[in-house]
């Protein structure tokens, strides 16, 4: 297993798994939410897991229950319609980043270690972190880094990008810590922290990926089924907060042609759900978790 799974119990119970229904475990990772859900499972119940990463498919136990589907979950939809699924009892997605893929030098996630500025999640992609670095302009790494990593200099940190590459191609972490050490605002390692968030999320287009899962997963669940999201930061939050109230991510009412407000989903959590102080002392990764669960409401079919 990678890591200890974040807020199991509370995950379980967000989800109110029935022995026999069906459930989908979006982001498979090191199998811990998944392990535990089979254990709430019958035997005619069933479990459908998603990763891209290949890394994760040695984790899947030997299990008939279980299938795993090696694909990013924004392909939700047309893989549960392909292993007839199409309707499931609840939806589990942990949007962090597993421990193995931040331990792995050579996966170039981490700041810890020097490695290829790779972060694809998906090995089978072309787009790499160093692609990014060497070959965007100056305009859109500003665009990137301010958006995805909130970084207060973004300008000043593309234009040192675009001096230091014009030198010496950036293709490792530690080459990329050096080219921008003059850049750090504030705490080092947070500021790198950001820098290397911001390039993930455009390597692996992470926020376009988990608004068209969001919008899967509304049509996928079944009326009363479970949606249960844990994220990590504002930017993956806020839209998953928006959906869930609002159906749509601009966070406006939308309303029918009789003037009611249409609500997707019931909030069964009204706040999102923190970490117990118990468990940041035993897994520090959920300490930026939030916790959050949708009941679904309407009959997509309907509303479209």
């Not at 199991?8 to 859900?37: E, N, R, S």
């Not at 170039?108 to 790499?128: A, V, W, Y």
């Not at 670095?133 to 100056?138: A, G, L, S, V, W």
């Not at 930061?233 to 249409?262: T, Y």
Request: glycine fraction near 6%.
């Amino acid at each position: 297993m990678y890591h200890i799974p974040v807020m199991l119990p509370q995950c379980l119970d967000g989800l109110m798994i029935k022995p026999d229904g069906t459930y989908v475990d979006a982001t498979f990772g090191g199998g811990g939410h998944a392990k535990a859900i089979l254990e709430k499972l019958n035997d005619k119940g069933s479990l459908i897991v998603f990763d891209q990463d290949e890394d994760a498919q040695k984790n899947v136990p030997n299990d008939d229950r279980i299938i795993f589907v090696a694909q990013n979950f924004r392909h939700l939809e047309r893989f549960l319609k392909f292993h007839e699924a199409e309707n499931v009892d609840g939806i589990l997605a942990d949007f962090g980043v597993s421990s193995h893929q931040f331990d792995v030098a050579e996966r170039g996630f981490s700041i810890r270690f020097d490695g290829p500025l790779d972060m694809r999640m998906n090995q089978q992609e072309k787009n790499t972190a160093a692609k990014i670095i060497n070959t965007y302009d100056e305009a859109n790494l500003q665009k990137m880094f301010s958006q995805y990593g909130e970084i207060i200099n973004s300008k000043t940190l593309a234009q040192t990008i675009i001096q230091q590459r014009s030198l010496k191609k950036i293709e490792t972490t530690m080459q990329l810590r050096n080219a921008i050490a003059g850049c750090v605002r504030g705490k080092e390692y947070q500021y790198l922290a950001q820098v290397f968030q911001a390039l993930r999320i455009e390597v692996n287009d992470e926020m376009n990926a988990l608004k068209d899962f969001l919008e899967q997963s509304l049509r996928c669940l079944k009326i009363g089924g479970r949606l249960v999201t844990l994220t990590y930061h504002s930017l993956e939050d806020r839209p998953v907060k928006d959906f869930m109230k609002h159906g749509n991510f601009s966070g406006e009412q939308q309303k029918d042609d009789f003037g009611n407000i249409f609500r997707p989903f019931k909030l069964i959590t009204k706040k999102p759900v923190e970490a117990t102080e118990e468990e940041l002392k035993l897994n520090p990764r959920s300490r930026s978790a939030k916790l959050r669960v949708a009941e679904k409401l309407v009959n997509e079919e309907i509303r479209r």
